[in-house]
């Protein structure tokens, strides 16, 4: 960061097990170790047993050592936070606002952040094939290559940038250090709820899912991934890996997706929590603070969006879309521990790389 100091936030409190803590996280006050926790054990719910056996371990004092009990208090929570939160003044800014358009509305989809992703990739392809394609105003999915993630990710992170500088006003107050910080220690949810979203939509009845803007992955096009890697890559073993771990990150994530099936501004939202998120990077007092203020500034354009539709009961679909976002946030902590195998299969270790 730019050298900015921490402030202490007195009276803070995790309300799941009682430790101190600096920041709130996941929207609600809870610690980071709390946090961290429920992502990864969100969506394997059903494996827990309460170690006392009917549910009582936080009566007891001792929730940090139940997994099961820890994770209900915390289900607890985030659903009782999201009722207050939606229950608030939608009404009287519906009122204030019934005569003029929204000044600070949800962001529409990111078309410019979407064309610069379209004609970077379309400039990988071959140049005959590429003209091709530009001739038929075109551009089909097509199946990824291992050579094309890391420069598909940059293109992907400077639209970013350019996004997140047009829609939130409070991206600009930021230093140029700050605003790379916050989207780089984002950036992987943001690619993981990007992909989630277009594989839904894009492939709703398989397994297939969205590598990069234009290229996708399945199980039959894994060896054709793989054979554009490091020649010292025991290429087999690979396959193998990427195939046993995209079940539990990349699939699952999509197939949270579609339960869920978010509308577009509902997809907006999603993406605007994603950037806005304190959860992945250590963030000084000042930022924090324009974090939770854009996050609450999301959630009411959303609340008067419902209202303007007619909708009059969201608080359910609101959770739906808070438990939605907490499932891509443990995918992407499931898919740190699989990065971190294959740097040793010496996979993706360019990407780490200091420039030569």
């Not at 094309?148 to 991206?171: H, K, L, R």
């Not at 916050?182 to 397994?207: C, K, M, T, V, W």
């Not at 997706?257 to 939202?269: L, T």
Request: net charge negative; with cysteine.
């Amino acid at each position: 960061m730019s050298g900015k100091r921490k402030t202490e936030c007195a009276g803070l409190k995790c309300l799941i097990c009682g430790a101190d803590t600096l920041h709130a996280h996941s929207g609600i006050d809870s610690c980071r170790a709390c946090s961290v926790f429920y992502k990864r054990t969100i969506d394997r719910e059903s494996e827990l047993v309460c170690i006392s056996g009917n549910g009582t371990c936080g009566t007891k004092g001792n929730i940090v050592s139940c997994r099961k009990c820890r994770l209900e208090r915390f289900k607890e929570v985030l659903n009782r936070a999201s009722s207050v939160q939606i229950s608030c003044d939608v009404e009287r800014r519906l009122e204030e606002e019934s005569t003029e358009e929204l000044a600070n509305e949800i962001p529409d989809f990111p078309n410019a952040e979407a064309q610069a992703r379209k004609s970077g990739e379309m400039g990988g392809l071959h140049h005959m094939r590429m003209h091709e394609q530009m001739k038929m105003r075109s551009a089909p999915l097509r199946p990824t290559k291992y050579s094309d993630m890391v420069p598909y990710s940059q293109i992907f992170f400077g639209a970013m940038i350019d996004f997140a500088e047009e829609a939130f006003p409070d991206f600009n107050k930021l230093s140029a250090e700050d605003g790379h910080a916050l989207l780089r220690g984002n950036f992987q949810l943001i690619l993981a709820i990007d992909s989630a979203y277009r594989s839904h939509h894009n492939f709703p009845n398989d397994e297939t899912v969205m590598a990069t803007y234009l290229t996708y992955v399945s199980d039959d096009s894994l060896p054709h991934f793989m054979k554009y890697c490091p020649p010292e890559v025991n290429k087999d073993a690979a396959v193998e890996e990427f195939r046993k771990n995209m079940k539990g990150t990349t699939i699952l994530a999509k197939i949270d997706m579609g339960k869920a099936s978010p509308s577009v501004d509902e997809f907006m939202v999603l993406f605007g929590f994603a950037l806005w998120n304190d959860c992945s990077c250590s963030l000084d007092t000042e930022i924090a603070n324009l974090v939770k203020k854009n996050r609450e500034e999301i959630l009411r354009e959303l609340k008067i969006v419902y209202s303007r539709k007619g909708c009059v009961e969201y608080t359910p679909r609101m959770g739906e879309l808070l438990i939605l976002l907490a499932s891509q946030e443990g995918a992407v902590e499931r898919t740190k521990e699989d990065v971190q195998m294959y740097r040793v299969m010496n996979l993706f270790n360019e990407a780490y790389e200091e420039e030569k």
